[in-house]
């Protein structure tokens, strides 16, 4: 039985952290991408990671960063989980072997991702290609691709 996990993205102060935890957020999302609006600078995302509960999983998102960059981040926050929204490669996913990455994909580019052999990839979420514009995914073609899929799948609101 799958259930729907929650993660609250663009997390900016510690306080919002801990109120979306309590209203059952499985996750907290912290844009670490530099063109971001929702960019979180490192002390305060460090002070956003301290204040989440144990059971709530801490995400860092990137964009197209260096692979040192989060690693490093993902050391010093820590993070649970690495999200890449940009034009990663499965060798960028590789070369971040020691952490658990989500892939953001879009309809488009699912095929790509979808049977790859990379056991730190943990989870696909299917994005309209438009993060935190508010563009929604085109449902039914969605539908008809998660069918096919064997996999987890995690899929992205506007």
């Known amino acids: 039985m799958h259930r729907?996990?929650?993660?609250?993205c663009g997390i900016t102060d510690p306080?919002?952290?801990?109120?979306a935890s309590r209203?059952?957020?499985?996750?907290?999302?912290m844009i670490l991408h530099a063109k971001s609006p929702r960019l979180i600078d490192s002390d305060?995302?460090?002070?956003?990671?301290?204040?989440?509960?144990?059971?709530?999983?801490?995400?860092?998102?990137?964009?197209?960063?260096?692979?040192?960059?989060?690693?490093?981040?993902?050391r010093t926050l820590p993070l649970d989980y690495i999200q890449?929204?940009?034009?990663?490669?499965?060798?960028?996913?590789?070369?971040?072997?020691?952490?658990?990455?989500?892939?953001a994909v879009t309809l488009d580019t699912l095929d790509d991702w979808r049977d790859c052999d990379l056991p730190n990839l943990v989870a696909l979420l299917i994005d309209s290609g438009a993060?935190?514009?508010?563009?929604?995914?085109?449902?039914?073609?969605?539908?008809a691709a998660l069918r096919q899929h064997r996999g987890h799948v995690v899929?992205?609101?506007p």
């Open 84 to 103: 890449l929204h940009g034009a990663e490669s499965h060798d960028y996913v590789r070369a971040l072997g020691a952490f658990r990455v989500i892939r």
């Open 131 to 143: 993060g935190g514009s508010g563009i929604a995914n085109d449902w039914d073609r969605l539908d």
């Open 23 to 29: 209203c059952g957020a499985d996750a907290i999302g």
């Open 15 to 19: 306080i919002d952290a801990q109120v």
């Open 155 to 157: 899929v992205g609101q």
């Open 4 to 8: 729907t996990r929650i993660k609250f």
């Open 44 to 74: 305060r995302a460090q002070a956003v990671a301290r204040s989440v509960p144990v059971m709530v999983s801490r995400v860092g998102v990137f964009v197209d960063a260096n692979a040192g960059f989060v690693a490093q981040a993902a």
